[in-house]
């Protein structure tokens, strides 16, 4: 190589391989400056995009099995392990929403209210009801019949929910638990009003017709009147028979040549069991609404 090519290149002849092509002599230059350089940024890079997939598909396959969970889980105790696994998923508003209505269904009432409160403000999209109607329901499971009438009154009232498929559910709700807070006859009127907006011959009608007829009937009873009712349904033990005891036999004076007369063992007679108290007729509360009303 002439010094002419060493001068057009900028490189010592010591420094290039022997029969190095003189035209490459720039590429080697930027090798042996920025070569390694580009080459740990190209690992870097690579690196990062083979872990962009590896994640994605890993969050593909965690969002695969939080829908098995969630398709699979039906009891509280097997939500609750879903809701464990898989709460931060896509699912996970769903699995806690099926956890809080299993709760319900389980009567733990308490549960259901705390897990419908936390997620009043982080209701899954399409599902944005659900939370609000169900902590009105859990109230009334716990017998707080004034706040679950007011939260089923003011759900029905926001023209929010004019067109929300609980809205009829709503109504019945806030009825219901106006009867059960002892308000029966206004009650009545209410459903009765709400029976006025119905379809004649509807299924509507029927389900306010059937909570009508259940809000008649229904009387409240104090805790006493439920422990008398109780006790009179208890059947009393029958007594036990007392055993037969024979007499001494007796011989009469006045014919001492006679033989003596044996007086027959005296049976005494079984005590007949006392006939068992009439069972008074249980009072009905107004029937539970369906799941699908939730």
Request: net charge negative; aromatic share 8%; proline share 7%.
């Amino acid at each position: 190589m002439s010094k002419e090519q060493n001068n057009q290149a900028g490189q010592p002849v010591a420094d290039l391989p022997k029969g190095f092509p003189p035209e490459l002599i720039p590429l080697y230059d930027w090798w042996k400056k920025e070569g390694r350089s580009w080459l740990v940024s190209l690992a870097i890079a690579g690196a990062a995009v083979a872990a962009f997939y590896g994640i994605k598909a890993w969050v593909h396959s965690r969002q695969a099995a939080a829908s098995r969970a969630l398709a699979t889980a039906s009891s509280a105790d097997e939500l609750e392990t879903a809701v464990a696994q898989y709460g931060s998923s896509k699912a996970g508003g769903l699995m806690k929403l099926r956890l809080a209505q299993a709760y319900y269904n389980e009567g733990r009432f308490l549960d259901a209210h705390d897990l419908y409160s936390s997620l009043l403000d982080s209701e899954p999209e399409g599902f944005q009801d659900r939370a609000k109607i169900g902590l009105a329901f859990s109230l009334e499971g716990l017998k707080k019949y004034d706040e679950a009438r007011n939260a089923f009154a003011q759900f029905a009232a926001d023209e929010a929910n004019a067109k929300s498929y609980l809205l009829f559910t709503a109504k019945l709700g806030a009825a219901r638990c106006k009867a059960q807070a002892g308000d029966k006859e206004g009650a009545i009127k209410d459903l009765e009003d709400i029976k006025a907006t119905c379809k004649k011959d509807s299924a509507d009608e029927a389900r306010v017709e059937a909570l009508i007829d259940v809000c008649k009937r229904w009387e409240p009873r104090s805790l006493f009147d439920a422990a008398n009712e109780a006790a009179k349904q208890i059947q009393p033990d029958a007594p036990a028979a007392a055993p037969a005891v024979e007499s001494a036999p007796v011989t009469p004076a006045a014919a001492p040549a006679e033989a003596p007369a044996v007086e027959k063992p005296v049976e005494q007679a079984t005590a007949a069991p006392a006939a068992a108290p009439a069972e008074a007729p249980a009072a009905e509360k107004p029937a539970e609404p369906a799941n699908a009303d939730k």
